[in-house]
């Protein structure tokens, strides 16, 4: 299978989608009727230099 064969398989297939961070464009999605997931994720906040060291320990 040539690699234009692979590209047009995949806009062919049923899209899946994994939503991480805006909520809205997930809802967005649904509406659509497209398979979606949301994850819930936002960026850890930003910790004291020593908070930090120690939750790097830990993780």
């Not at 064969?5 to 989608?17: A, P, Y």
């Not at 509406?31 to 993780?59: C, F, N, T």
Request: glycine share 4%; aromatic share 8%; no cysteine.
């Amino acid at each position: 299978m040539s690699n234009v064969e692979k590209i047009l398989e995949l806009f062919r297939s049923e899209v899946k989608i994994v939503n991480v961070g805006l909520e809205y464009f997930y809802k967005e999605l649904k509406k659509q009727g497209v398979q979606a997931v949301h994850v819930m994720w936002q960026p850890r906040p930003k910790l004291e230099k020593d908070l930090e060291e120690i939750l790097d320990k830990i993780l």
